[in-house]
C-alpha cells in the first residue's frame, strides 16, 4: 500500500518560498500510477487543490494561485515536491500531499503538515 | 468561497439517515463531471468515502451511499453512529474558459446528537 509522508519547514517568513517535500513509500513513484497532487487547508476552512504532476511531466496548478506554484518529481529519491512563492499569512495552511490512482479523485493522503507564514 | 456549495453543519441522532447536499454549476457538476466524496475525523487528513458518484471503496461500510441530479449532488448517511461524526467535504472536476482545476465544496460538519 502507497504511502505518503510530507516534509519541511513549519514556518516561513512573508514574500519567501515555501517548500515541502512528500516521500513517497511502498511503491514507485516511477510506475506511472498515480497523479501526485499537493492540497491545502487553511485552518477552519476547506480544501483547495494546489496542483498535481505526473511521471508523464504533465503538470497543473491551480489558476488562483498564478504563477507561484512548481511541482516537482525526484523519480531517484521517490519523492516529489511543491514550491510556493512569494507567500503571505494567506498561505499558512495544513498541506497535504495526495496520491490519485485517478485522473479525477484522490485516493490516497498524507497526514498533513502545518505550515505558518509569519516574520 | 467555495467553489461547490454545501450546508455548514448538519445533525442526528444515533441510527438515524442524514443527507449531506452540495450544488455546483454547469462547468462542474452539471457538465456531467463526476462528484466524490471524502469523510475527515477530528484531526486527521481527509479520506476516499465514495467515488464516482455512488461507489465505496474498499472497507468503506453500505451506510454510506451518494447519488448525483443535475448540478447537485448527496451524501446519505444511515444508521448514524457516534464514530461517523466528521467533517465530509465533496469534490468534482470544473472546467470554464479560466481553465481546469479539481474543486472542493466547503465542507460539513455532522454531529452525531
Known amino acids: 500500500q502507497v504511502q505518503l509522508q510530507e516534509s519541511g519547514p513549519g514556518l516561513v517568513k512573508p514574500s519567501q518560498t515555501l517548500s515541502l517535500t512528500c516521500t513517497v513509500s511502498g511503491g514507485s513513484i516511477s510506475s506511472g500510477s498515480y497523479y501526485w497532487s499537493w492540497i491545502r487547508q487553511a485552518a477552519g476552512k476547506g480544501l483547495e487543490w494546489i496542483g498535481r504532476i505526473h511521471t508523464s511531466g504533465s503538470t497543473s496548478n491551480n489558476p488562483s494561485l498564478k504563477s507561484r506554484v512548481t511541482i516537482s518529481v525526484d523519480m531517484s529519491k521517490n519523492q516529489f515536491s511543491l514550491k510556493l512563492s512569494s507567500v503571505t499569512a494567506a498561505d499558512t495552511a495544513v498541506y497535504y500531499c495526495?496520491?490519485?490512482?485517478?485522473?479525477?479523485?484522490?485516493?490516497?493522503w498524507g497526514r498533513g503538515t502545518l505550515v505558518t507564514v509569519s516574520p | 468561497q467555495s467553489v461547490l456549495t454545501q450546508p455548514p453543519s448538519v445533525s442526528g441522532a444515533p441510527g438515524q439517515r442524514v443527507t449531506i447536499s452540495c450544488t455546483g454549476s454547469?462547468?462542474?457538476?452539471?457538465?456531467?463531471?463526476?462528484v466524490h466524496w471524502y469523510q475527515q475525523l477530528p484531526g486527521t487528513a481527509p479520506k476516499l468515502l465514495i467515488y464516482?458518484?455512488?461507489n465505496r471503496p474498499s472497507g468503506v461500510p453500505d451506510r454510506f451511499s451518494a447519488s448525483k441530479s443535475g448540478t447537485s449532488a448527496s451524501l446519505a448517511i444511515t444508521g448514524l453512529q457516534a464514530e461517523d461524526e466528521a467533517d465530509f467535504y465533496c469534490q468534482s472536476y470544473d472546467s470554464s474558459l479560466s481553465g481546469s482545476i479539481w474543486v472542493f465544496g466547503g465542507g460539513t460538519k455532522l454531529t452525531v446528537l
Open positions: 454547469s462547468s462542474n457538476i452539471g457538465a456531467g463531471y463526476d
Open positions: 495526495v496520491a490519485g490512482y485517478s485522473y479525477w479523485y484522490f485516493d490516497l
Open positions: 464516482g458518484n455512488n
